[in-house]
Structures are given as structure tokens and as C-alpha cells.
């Protein structure tokens, strides 16, 4: 019988895995490698280089403000009504088209690229809330660390894999009968939507919706509850002490996480770095990012959770500043290295140390604002990367910016106590009381 229970388990927890495998083709071809490139090369053909690296990094503000207003109070909706799966697969289905959208820019269509991309976008980071919701309903308290690195590290395996694909039908496009590399890029956005789709069925199948936890004097009406819901999240966020100090700090040093993430690619073709190095790079850290994640999510029972955030984020300031002298190919393939060294693992503890300390019965409102904050900080990374190259003619200095946001990041999650936040999760009742 319990060998049944634990199989019954373990498919669950592999479904929930599988939809980072889904959307990390999302967040690798689309969001980091491909699409960056072919919107500087030629959809913004008629821009200067810095220019379109610029309007790149205002989309992904404009993308990521929508999902901030959104996220919180669909958060608490989807808590209300016990649709965390209907609200995921909602917004998974707008990405998955807008994907597909993609493949009909034109040269010179910035602004075409620009609008789907965005649908895109907020179809990707509105789906991922309510995804990163049903964490702490699939692992069990002892296993939220692994299960969470494990989803980031099959998630760098899967979009690796379509990654390379899509890179040799660039490079070689040929071979599939492809008139140009254009559209070769236009195909692989194709290809992201269809995988994206497809690795996306097991979690509807096999993951369940959790139960939906009734709250005193809240309307019957999901859109007015919601509201309701949002308000007392505001509220009683707030009495989670270390919960809340988290929050601040991951807003913080998660905004120059992201700016590195969407605007590596276009920087490097900006300064002339040739589309099989750019590519080739992301690839790399897609393939290193499973291993490494894998490992950095053991490092917590050396380090704790928190140290080791903290010694990720010593290594991004390296990149940030490193960055800034990167001249040649082989520069961009080294930083690329050292990010792939703790990209997956910081991401993946972020998460499971702040489900930690989340009380379960509020998953997904807590969860929306987790990633309001995320998306906040997106909306000031590549805003102030766009506009400090537009204001010196060139975005190096812009990598020299987003060094202030490790490290406040940094101090300020030091002053966290994770034991007694975790505690206080626990107690959700008793604290929500004071």
C-alpha cells in the first residue's frame, strides 16, 4: 500500500516537473537566445543597434508591468474559486499562441515583434504563478528544495534540447530545406509553441487541484473575493516577518538576475558577437544549468537555503562586472560559464525558500505576490539597461547598473531568520491572529 502511495507520488511530482520542461523553450529560444537576436538583426533592421536593444528591454517592462497588476489579484481569485490548474492553463494557452504569432514578423516589424512578444511574455509569467502555487501542494515539507531544483534543472535539459535544434536549423538551414536563417528563427518559434503545448499535458492529467480553503466574510463572487482577498493578502503578508524581508530582497537581486537573462543575447549583438557564439552560449548554459542545478540544490544542507542564494549572487556581481570589459566571443562564452554555474540553482531555492515559509492554505495569493514582485523588478532592470543606453550611446555602462541590485539583494536577505519564518508558516493561524 505504500509503495502505491509513493509511486502515485512520484508521478505527480514528475507531471508538475514535466511543465518546466514545457516552458523552458518559452524562456530559452524566445525570451534568451533566439528571438533576442533575430530582433536586433531583423526585425529591428531599420534601428541602429543600441536602439534595438533599447526597445527590447522596454517590451520586456511593458510585458512584465501587465503581469504585476494582474498577478496578486488572480492569485487570490484562483485561491478562492480552486482554479490554480484552469487559471494556468488559461494563460499557458495565450503564450503557446503568441509563440506561434511569432513566425509571421516581417523585416523591419519591431513593433509587430514587440506586441506579440509581450502577449507572450505575460501568457508565460501569468501561467508560472499559478505553476509555482502548486508547489507546496506537490513535494511534501522535506522534499520542496529538490523538487523545485530538480523542475529547474529538467527544465534546462528540455529547453536545451529544443534549443539545439533550433540553433542547427539556424545555422545550417539547409539541411531542412529552409531558404534562410529568418526563417529558420520564424520555424523555431513554431517549434516552442508545439513543445510548449505538448509537455504541458501531464500536469493537467495528473496533478491535482488542491482543496480550496473557505475564508470568513469573503463574497461568493471569485472577482469580488479576489479583491477581498488581495486586501487581507496585503495585510497579512506583512505579519510574516521574515517572509516579508524576503520578498525585498528577492526583488531586488531577482531584477538584475532577470536583466541578465533578456538582454544578454541582444548586448552581445549589439557589440558585435556573431549569432553562433550568442546561441551556442545559451546552449551551453542550458546543457551545464542541469547539472549545476542539480548540485546547487544539495548545497542547502551544507550551507542553508539563504548562504547559498547569498553565494550565487557574489558570483552575478563578478558577471555584472566582468561584463562590462567583454569584448571577444570567447569573454561571452566564459560569463555564460559562471552563469550557468548558479543561474538554475538561485531561482529554484528562491522558490522553495519562500513556499517554505508561505502558509499552504494561501499558496497561490502568496505565490501571486511573490511574483508581483518578480515582475516589478523586471519592469525597472531592462527599463533602466534601455535607458542609460540610449542616454550614453551604448549599453556597456548598463551592465555596470544592475550590480547595486545584487547587492542590496544580498544585505538584505542576510537579515533573514528562514528557521523561524518556516515556523511561522506552520503556525499561519496563530500569526494571522496577532
Known sequence: MGASIDMGHNK???????????????????????????YSSFAGATLDKTTATSYWGYSNTIAMLLIAIMAPLLGAMADHSGAKKKYLGGFAAVGIVATALLAGTERGMWWYAS????????????ANIFYDSLLPHVARPGEIDRVSAE????????????????????????????PDSAWAAKISFLTVSAWWAIFSIPIFRNVLEPAVVALPGVSRSSLVAGYQRLKRTLKDISKFKDLF????????????????????????????????????????????????????????KKLGTKNSIIYALGVYVIVA??????????????????????????????????????????????????NVSSKFAGIIGPALFAIVGQLTGTS???????????????????????????????NADSVLKK
Request: charged residues 10%; hydrophobic residues 55%; proline residues 3%.
Open 115 to 126: 506586441l506579440i512578444y509581450i502577449f507572450g511574455r505575460v501568457g508565460f509569467g501569468g
Open 396 to 426: 556597456r555602462l548598463s551592465i555596470l547598473a544592475i550590480v547595486g541590485f545584487f547587492v542590496a539583494g544580498a544585505l538584505i536577505l542576510s537579515t533573514v531568520d528562514h528557521a523561524r519564518g518556516i515556523e511561522a508558516a506552520m
Open 12 to 38: 505527480i511530482v514528475r507531471s508538475w516537473i514535466m511543465y518546466d520542461v514545457a516552458n523552458s523553450a518559452f524562456a530559452t529560444s524566445i525570451m534568451a537566445a533566439v528571438l533576442p537576436e533575430f
Open 321 to 370: 562586472v566582468l561584463g562590462y570589459f567583454m569584448r571577444k566571443p570567447l569573454h561571452f562564452w566564459f560569463l555564460a560559464f559562471l552563469v550557468s554555474m548558479v543561474q538554475g540553482g538561485i531561482q529554484a531555492l528562491s522558490r522553495s525558500m519562500y513556499g517554505s515559509m508561505s502558509p499552504p492554505s494561501r499558496s497561490a495569493e502568496f505565490f501571486g505576490f511573490y
Open 245 to 300: 524581508t524576503f520578498i525585498v530582497a528577492f526583488w531586488l537581486y531577482n531584477d538584475g538576475i532577470g536583466t541578465v537573462i533578456i538582454m544578454a543575447v541582444i548586448f552581445g549583438a549589439e557589440i558585435g558577437i556573431g549569432t553562433t557564439h550568442l546561441i551556442g552560449a545559451i546552449l551551453m548554459v542550458q546543457f551545464l544549468g542541469l547539472p549545476f542545478t542539480l548540485l546547487f540544490g544539495r548545497l542547502p
Open 151 to 178: 523542475g529547474y534543472a529538467y527544465g534546462y535539459l528540455g529547453g536545451g534540447i529544443l534549443l539545439a535544434l533550433n540553433l542547427l536549423m539556424i545555422l545550417k538551414p539547409g539541411l531542412f530545406s529552409i
